[in-house]
């Protein structure tokens, strides 16, 4: 009985999809400890993982601009092999960053103090 619509590449994509959608939902509630504990390293890992959510979406898009190459035929294996050299390669552009961390980072922090510093105000 052959089953139309489930291959091992649909399989693939929904996966890729649910680890996608599970990192933003970490990276949030990441973020939202780290302001309600008033944490500056939680936060600025939270800035960290921010830029490299950033960097994988934007590698994925500019990576879609390029033409296929129809020398070397499509197939499971290279395309496997394909996603985690992307993910090789995002990885190590995560490790150098952008510089957006740190910009969003300084941002955030200086929110935090002044939320700290108004709620440490009220208190007294």
Known sequence: MKIDGISTLNMQKSVTYNKEVSEDQAFEEMLI??????DKEKL???C???EGILIGMMYKQMKKTVPENKFFPKSYAREMFEEMLDDEII????ET???IA?????QLSANLDRIY???SKDSE
């Open 91 to 94: 990885n190590n552009a995560k």
């Open 117 to 119: 510093n108004i709620n």
């Open 97 to 99: 960053g952008l510089g």
């Open 102 to 106: 740190d910009v969003l980072y300084r």
């Open 48 to 50: 960290k993982d921010f």
């Open 33 to 38: 400890n780290a302001y309600s504990d008033g």
């Open 44 to 46: 600025k890992k939270a």
